[in-house]
Each structure stands twice: as C-alpha cells, then as structure tokens.
C-alpha cells in the first residue's frame, strides 16, 4: 500500500535551516508529482512547494520563494525540502502528500502523518 | 496567493444537506476544473472527498458531491451523518503549478 513517511522535523532557532524528508513506498514514485503542504497552530492547510514528476517542474508560495528548495531523488524513492532563514511563522506540521493527475491537473491523493518544524525566536 | 474563502464553520442535524462554500478569483476556482475537496478527522491525514470539481474517488458515498458557478466552488454533504463531523478543505489550482487551499470549514453534526 502507498506510504509516506515524513522526517526531519525538530526545533530550531529563527534564521537557521533545516532539511524534511518524505520516503515513499507501495507505488512506482517517479510517476507522481510530490507536494508539501504545512499547518500552522490554529490555522488551516497551506500549500507550500510542488515537484514534478521527473524533479524538473518545481514551485512554492511566495511566502518561501528563495528561502526553501524542493527536490525528489527517483532512484530512493524520497522527496525532500530544504529550508533556509527559517523564520517564526514557518512553525506548523509539514506534510507531504502524493499529486494524482497528469502534468497539473489533479489532486492529493495521499497524505503522510507530517513533521513537526518549531522555529523559535 | 491569498487563501480561497471558506466559512470557518457551518452544521446540521443527523439526516440534513449542509454546504460548504469555497470561494476563490477568476484567477483559481474560476479560471479552472480543478477543485478538490478534503475530509479530515483529528489527528488524521487528510482524506479527498471530491476532485475535479464534481468526481468522487472510490469508495466516498454519494451522500458527497461537489459542483462550482463562477469563482465559488461547493461540497454539500446530504444525509447528513454523526461521523461527518469533521473539518472540510477545498483545494484549488491557480496556474503556473501553483495551488491554494482553502481556510477550512469545521462542520458540527448536531
């Protein structure tokens, strides 16, 4: 069956970086685009970064541009998020969750448990 | 990238129809077909509901549909039962890869 396990999570200091990873098992991984999806204390889901694919298509919200970097390694089966300057309002549970569709045109069919990221000030 | 609009809560007696509406821009909801739905119990992962605006995956009952007019998008949930209680997230593509959720609606079974 189709799995998603998120790591990396942890408390860290505003400013600092810390790496997510998301290994998948139970279906042929470089046939599905790869998103992150994140939820704040209190708040509700927010869509964070999506990943084509073959890793060439990538994108995130702009609240992220230039701070975070995804990127997928077919050959490991595992998706993994980078973040940079990480700051206060970056604290939520991160998900990542398995893209059903062709190209952009689906949904999320597939969801893991999340990780927990704490920045701190 | 503003989120799409949702009630923060809406409910209903065992047996009613409640809808949730999700309204977005000609930019999101409006400009495409993708809208889809989740379902998420405490402690849960999400779980689709609908997708392509008016699709239900395998397995979801037809007590669940979901239809969209213009910018707004709608679940409505008939027949309503105890264990529909739960919070309810429309998700809709917005171009250029980019995607938005919507704030989420807690839906109370009365």
């Known amino acids: 069956q189709v799995q998603l396990v998120e790591s990396g999570g942890g408390v860290v200091q505003s400013g600092r970086s810390l790496r997510l990873s998301c290994a998948a098992s139970?279906?042929?991984?470089?046939?599905?685009?790869m998103h992150w999806v994140r939820q704040a204390p209190g708040k509700g889901l927010e869509w964070v970064s999506f990943v084509s694919y073959d890793g060439i298509i990538k994108n995130y919200i702009d609240s992220v541009k230039g701070r975070f970097t995804i990127s997928r390694d077919n050959s490991n089966n595992m998706v993994n998020l980078q973040m940079d300057s990480l700051r206060v309002e970056d604290t939520a549970i991160y998900y990542c969750?398995?893209?059903?569709?062709?190209?952009?045109?689906?949904?999320?069919?597939?969801w893991g448990q999340g990780t927990l990221v704490i920045v701190s000030s | 990238q503003s989120a799409l609009t949702q009630p923060p809560s809406a409910s209903g007696s065992p047996g009613q129809s409640v809808t949730i509406y999700c309204t977005g821009t000609?930019?999101?909801?409006?400009?495409?077909?993708?809208v889809s739905w989740y379902q998420r119990h405490p402690g849960k992962a999400p779980k689709v509901i609908i997708y392509?605006?008016?699709k239900r995956p395998s397995g979801i009952p037809d007590r669940f549909s979901g239809s969209k007019s213009g910018n707004t998008a709608s679940l409505t949930v008939s027949g309503l039962q105890a264990e529909d209680e739960a919070s309810y997230y429309c998700f809709s593509y917005a171009g250029n890869y980019n995607w938005k959720f919507g704030g989420g609606t807690q839906l109370t079974v009365l």
């Open positions: 392509d605006v008016n």
């Open positions: 000609s930019s999101d909801v409006g400009a495409f077909k993708y």
């Open positions: 139970g279906f042929t991984f470089s046939g599905n685009g």
């Open positions: 969750a398995r893209f059903y569709g062709d190209d952009d045109k689906g949904y999320l069919d597939y």
